[in-house]
């Protein structure tokens, strides 16, 4: 219960009906297309790195990133703040990938990586985003377009 009010259950709330802003219809989509064929991985080969002795710096990065995503890419948004965070998340993702090539791999390691890879996402959407749109405002597009348009991020190939 939250403030007085039930919980909903599956199958209630707004996600669990087809709305006017056609998100369901926008993930069909996205399930109806095309796959696209990623290349394999190599194999882990754990015999080149050591231990962390730095978790500390693990802790600040995530800290760090919970910072500026609240500070940079809140409520109330400009273009200026969306370019810093993705700045700073580029900053961290290049931070991460040195790790995992010298440290071993840990669950707040991970962690780590996989809330970059959101934040990434979140930036990216809302720079493609030229409108200010149900909960977010952009002091730099304050108005909200007569219809909404598809938000669907496709992957870029690396």
């Known amino acids: 219960m939250v403030r007085g009010h039930p919980l909903p259950t599956a199958g209630e709330g707004p996600a669990a009906r087809d709305s006017d802003d056609g998100v369901r219809g926008s993930a069909r989509e996205a399930a109806a297309a095309p796959s696209v064929d990623l290349p394999l991985l190599p194999a882990w080969d754990e015999s080149r790195v050591t231990n962390a002795d730095e978790e500390v710096v693990i802790a600040h990065n995530w800290d760090e990133l919970r ?12 273009t200026k703040r ?37 934040a990434h996402l979140i930036v990216r959407s ?11 405002f952009s002091r730099d597009y304050p108005d909200t377009l007569p219809k909404a348009l598809p938000s669907v991020l496709t992957p870029r190939r690396r």
């Open 67 to 78: 910072r500026f995503m609240w500070n940079y890419v809140g409520i109330v948004r400009t």
């Open 82 to 118: 969306l370019e810093r965070a993705q700045h700073r998340i580029k900053l961290l993702k290049e931070e991460i990938d040195e790790y995992y090539r010298n440290f071993r791999v840990t669950n707040d390691l991970l962690e780590l990586r996989n809330l970059v890879e959101v």
């Open 126 to 136: 809302a720079l493609s985003r030229h409108e200010s749109r149900g909960l977010h």
